[in-house]
């Protein structure tokens, strides 16, 4: 695109001072600014200092310029620049719709001033669309990036490099291949959401059914029946267990003083932090 | 009245805190139009104007104006300023990026019939960043109402975690962590059965809480329209649009003890989340503009809902220290999952955009000398309730029942907005001046806020734009400032009952984009 944008600054000489096209306001085609009161058309280009662009209201005759005029005219201009192109053959290949996906096909489409009026300008217009659509197809449509939940990018258990990866000879758990899920109980209004001037005591969850009563999560009543059990036993991943045959491991906040200490029924002083679990 | 939307009773039993959201819909959908140097300082109102190359992403009829062709590059930088006000506590941060805008072609096809009532057909492609989430954002302030470690409470009171010793390994991602490290322990009455489970977080005698979190990515947009001119009287066009999406966030929330008290069992714990989504979709833009008279323009635009498929990618960690109870633990989800973050594909759709715009034109005759300038508005409706959430695998019940409810909360708490553009350039042959404005409504319904909305209700992004002009020998060269000053508000965390609070966010961003052009 820079070698293109290299090329066309040097063909913008070609307007007019002051005279660049608006297309925000009014543009006239471009027919109207290549031809000369005098017919001359290589006037045009041995004498650039002249006024090139020319406001002609009558139409011209686009079919008088063929494609071998539009060569002629180009070689005339800047015969370096075209002088590679004397195959006459490979000028018209450079048009032909082989010349997809070629970026040097499209800057010389920029240049030459006549790209429009050509039988071949089609061409060069396929060419950049072309282009365009061949590399997105590689960049975006490649359907094993995000439609295969397995696929990991080619690197192996690797996702990001260095930052994450599975231990070598795993298979992905399962369990790792969920959405990311919210408490979307959260949202909605709140019955409350005052806050309270005494010190509250430490956060607490405890069970409770649909009237708000709280169930002993060993018996299977309400709404609190024990989960489906996973078997552990060989699993040696590095987690707390939880003895409680005769002390339990941590009784470091107690329901009684959850409910004694911070009910909100009685003095209002602390909003009960058990919450009900209706719905769930 | 709070509404809880739960079509099946199941409750999941992973889950996390970077979870997916409704803010996820916010985020990707309540942006503002970039373009062109020229149509970022008028406002971006540029739906009945046309002749821009920034047509291709607001109204494809824009490109029928063209009647020459040219190439379009525009290099920008963004610089953002985010003031968060939490709990009466004010925190600061800012993030400065590159940015670019519309980097194209347009061809201006003239009619080969000099009979023919089209006059011209012009074809456009571009590559644009069409959004930017670069974004570091610092959250600080004193709690003495809740902790966010009673999320993770909520969470295994949710999941029904009746086995302790199954809670430390079935949320990787939130309350395993806080199990492990001591930070969460389950509660027992006097005959030993589980009662429920409690945070060590000293909330009696005082939290200080902070959050930073640091966004990458953006979306950048390759669209490829075509317009056509009718008689220069009426303009018909459409583009399609191909988006890649990066998104990537690490946060760190962090609760420490507000007291001295070294023999309390808390001094603090970090909670530290790594999201990454990757995403491509696709939508279409149409449009017309009509002049009832030669210098107004008026334009009517429909875009399309863009059609997304996501990947994620999660992970997240925790560190405690419980002081003289079990000392400093730290533990990621990557250690209970073999190493393995999260992941997941899922699909998502913007909402659908209507646009309408009128334009008036100041001299509308090819001598450039008689171009004086122009005035141009637009008004565009959004309903941000029509983001949605999809499976990408639609064997997997549990997983569409979930998105189902995550849908109706959307639609419960956002509501639709109407934004409105407006922008003008005053021409000296080859010298242009412009100035702009642009206004994008409130996403949010009261209901995101509960019943405590306080001054935070009215999100809104403004910006206030100026820009100069340069067109001669060929070529134009435009600058403009954006200035955006966007109010809107963050949940550090949310519970299922009980006080939190959003911090109120007071953030300004200025774009600087440059957009060189040369005609052919």
């Known amino acids: ?280 | 009245m709070r509404k809880v939307f739960i079509t099946t009773g199941l409750v999941f039993s992973i889950s996390i805190l970077f979870a997916q959201e409704p803010l996820d819909a916010v985020r990707y959908s309540w942006l503002t139009p970039q373009g062109t140097a020229r149509a970022q300082s008028i406002g971006g109102a540029v739906n009945a104007l046309g002749g821009d190359i920034t047509a291709l992403y607001t109204n494809p009829a824009g490109l029928g104006l063209y009647k020459t062709s040219e190439l379009v590059l525009t290099p920008g930088f963004t610089f953002g300023n985010n003031k968060a006000t939490y709990r009466g506590s004010m925190a600061t941060d800012n993030k400065s990026s590159f940015n670019y805008g519309p980097m194209g072609v347009v061809w201006g096809i003239p009619s080969y019939k000099a009979s023919s009532k089209w006059k011209n057909v012009s074809i456009g492609l571009a590559l644009s960043k069409t959004a930017n989430f670069n974004n570091n954002l610092y959250v600080s302030g004193q709690n003495n109402q809740s902790s966010y470690s009673e999320k993770y409470l909520d969470q295994l009171i949710g999941g029904n975690a009746t086995n302790p010793d199954d809670a430390a390994l079935d949320y990787p991602y939130g309350a395993s962590l806080g199990l492990n490290t001591y930070l969460l322990d389950p509660t027992y009455d006097g005959n030993n059965n589980l009662t429920g489970y409690a945070s060590n977080a000293s909330v009696a005698t005082g939290l200080k809480q902070q959050q930073i979190v640091t966004a990458k990515g953006g979306v950048s947009e390759f669209s490829i329209g075509v317009g056509g001119n009718y008689n220069d009287v009426f303009y018909i066009g459409g583009s399609i649009n191909i988006n890649t999406l990066k998104y990537v966030r690490n946060s760190s929330f962090r609760e420490t003890d507000a007291t001295s008290d070294a023999n309390n069992d808390f001094n603090y714990f970090v909670a530290d989340d790594y999201l990454r989504t990757d995403g491509t979709g696709a939508s279409i833009n149409l449009g017309i503009i009509f002049k009832p008279v030669e210098a107004l323009r008026v334009g009517l635009n429909f875009h399309s809902p863009s059609w997304y498929s996501f990947k994620d990618t999660y992970y997240s960690s925790l560190t405690t220290d419980t002081e003289g109870y079990a000392g400093v633990k730290s533990q990621s989800s990557l250690d209970l999952n073999d190493g393995y973050s999260g992941e997941y594909t899922y699909r998502y759709k913007t909402p659908i955009r209507l646009g309408a715009g009128l334009a008036y034109i100041f001299g509308t005759q090819a001598d450039v000398s008689s171009q004086k300038g122009f005035i141009t508005a637009d008004v565009e409706y959004v309903s941000y309730k029509n983001n949605a959430f999809n499976t990408q695998d639609n064997t997997n019940q549990a997983d569409k029942d979930y998105f189902t409810d995550l849908n109706n909360t959307i639609d419960d708490v956002f509501k639709s907005a109407v934004n409105f553009r407006l922008g003008g350039e005053l021409k000296f042959e080859t010298v242009m001046v412009r100035a702009g404005f642009g206004y994008y409504g409130n996403p949010y319904s009261n209901n995101y806020f509960g019943n405590q909305p306080g001054d935070v209700t009215n999100a809104s992004r403004m910006n206030i734009s100026g820009g100069l002009g340069w067109r001669n020998k060929g070529m134009f060269v435009d600058l403009a400032y954006v200035h955006q000053i966007i109010k809107d508000a963050y949940y550090p965390y949310r519970l299922d009952e009980g006080v939190f609070n959003a911090a109120k966010l007071s953030n300004t961003i200025g774009n600087l984009l440059l957009t060189l052009g040369f005609k052919f």
């Open chain 1, 1 to 280: 695109m820079a070698a293109a944008a290299f090329g066309l600054s040097s063909c913008s000489t070609m307007y007019k001072s002051g005279q660049t096209p608006d297309d925000v306001y009014y543009s006239p085609a471009p027919q109207q600014r290549v031809a000369s009161s005098s017919n001359n058309d290589d006037q045009y280009y041995e004498d650039s200092d002249q006024d090139e662009y020319v406001n002609v209201q009558t139409e011209q005759d686009r079919s008088a310029y063929s494609s071998e005029d539009n060569y002629l005219r180009m070689k005339v201009r800047n015969r370096s620049l075209w002088s590679s192109l004397d195959d006459y053959s490979y000028y018209g290949g450079m048009y032909s719709p082989f010349g997809y996906g070629s970026g040097f096909g499209m800057g010389f489409g920029y240049y030459n001033p006549y790209s429009f009026y050509s039988p071949y300008s089609h061409y060069g217009i396929g060419m950049g669309m072309g282009y365009g659509w061949g590399g997105l197809y590689n960049g975006f449509y490649n359907p094993y990036s995000f439609y295969n939940p397995y696929y990991s990018y080619g690197y192996g258990h690797y996702y990001y490099p260095g930052i994450i990866s599975g231990k070598p000879g795993t298979v992905r758990p399962s369990a790792t291949y969920r959405p990311r899920t919210s408490n979307l109980s959260t949202y909605g209004n709140r019955s409350r959401n005052s806050e309270i001037n005494s010190s509250r005591n430490a956060p607490v969850r405890v069970f409770r059914n649909n009237n708000n009563n709280y169930v002993n999560p060993r018996n299977s009543s309400g709404n609190t029946s024990p989960r489906s059990s996973i078997e552990r036993s060989n699993d040696s991943r590095p987690s707390r267990t939880f003895e409680r045959s005769n002390t339990p491991s941590a009784p470091r906040v107690s329901p009684s003083s959850n409910s004694g200490g911070r009910s909100s029924g009685g003095g209002g002083s602390a909003p009960s932090r058990a919450p009900g679990r209706g719905g769930r």
